[in-house]
């Protein structure tokens, strides 16, 4: 089932701007991830953080985590044409009982 | 080092076949998950493996089976394959040693197998 839905679907930006997307989850979480899918591909990791942690950065990439309003974000800052992708939160819930559970993505397209 | 290497990476088969996808974990990665990627259903969570183990299971009919064998490697097997079950199979491994512990691991993915049932 899916537990993450990210905001928005799709979203269009000029390189070098900066790209926001926002993941909302249900269930109490030990961890959750963010993922990036190119055309179909496998997922590549991009940061994890977990459920005792507010932000975290990682070059371009800053994720933020509210577990009282169960919401996360991902910032991706001066966007490169390479970032077009879609991009998915995931989250482990407590107890990890179910693997990752996705949101359905973001599609990211970053215009030249 | 080498990724999680998926094969095949494409498959045609016919409904009422049965399938069997392979995966090879990054070396020292003793977790093993398998997901599958639909447009509609987005994706799901099939299993996961530990030490030959299944840990997990998400909610699939029973005709999606897997196991891990001594060296990490794993198969899933679908049986009386169904046109629905077209979809990417995913599988991921992780360093992360068990259930109950901190998370300190993402998941590496392979590139995944492509079903198509016709």
């Known amino acids: 089932s899916q537990q993450g839905e990210e905001d928005p679907q799709a979203l269009s930006i000029q390189e070098g701007e900066n790209a926001t997307m926002n993941c909302s989850y249900k269930?109490?979480?030990?961890?959750l991830q963010w993922y990036r899918q190119n055309s179909g591909r496998g997922l590549v990791h991009l940061i994890l953080?977990?459920?005792?942690?507010r932000e975290k950065h990682s070059g371009r990439l800053r994720v933020t985590l509210d577990t009282s309003k169960k919401s996360s974000s991902l910032l991706i800052t001066a966007s490169r044409a390479a970032d077009t992708a879609s991009y998915f939160c995931?989250?482990?819930?407590?107890?990890?009982?179910?693997?990752?559970?996705f949101g359905k993505g973001t599609h990211l397209i970053i215009q030249p | 080092k080498a990724g999680v290497t998926q094969t095949p990476r494409y498959l045609i088969k016919t409904r009422g076949q049965q399938v069997t996808l392979s995966c090879s974990p990054i070396?020292?990665?003793?977790?093993v998950s398998w997901y599958q990627q639909t447009p509609g259903q987005g994706l799901q969570f099939l299993f996961e493996?530990?030490?030959?183990?299944?840990?997990n299971k998400g909610n699939f009919p029973g005709r999606f089976s897997g196991r891990q064998f001594s060296n990490s490697r794993s198969e899933m097997n679908v049986s009386t394959l169904e046109l629905g079950d077209s979809a990417l199979y995913l599988c991921?491994?992780?360093?992360?040693?068990?259930?109950?512990?901190?998370?300190?691991?993402?998941?590496?993915f392979g590139s995944g197998t492509r079903l198509t049932v016709v």
């Open positions: 995931a989250t482990v819930e407590r107890g990890g009982a179910d693997g990752l559970t």
């Open positions: 991921a491994s992780s360093l992360e040693v068990g259930v109950g512990t901190l998370f300190n691991y993402g998941y590496t």
């Open positions: 070396s020292g990665h003793r977790s």
């Open positions: 953080i977990r459920s005792n942690e």
């Open positions: 493996y530990f030490s030959e183990t299944q840990r």
């Open positions: 269930t109490s979480i030990n961890n």
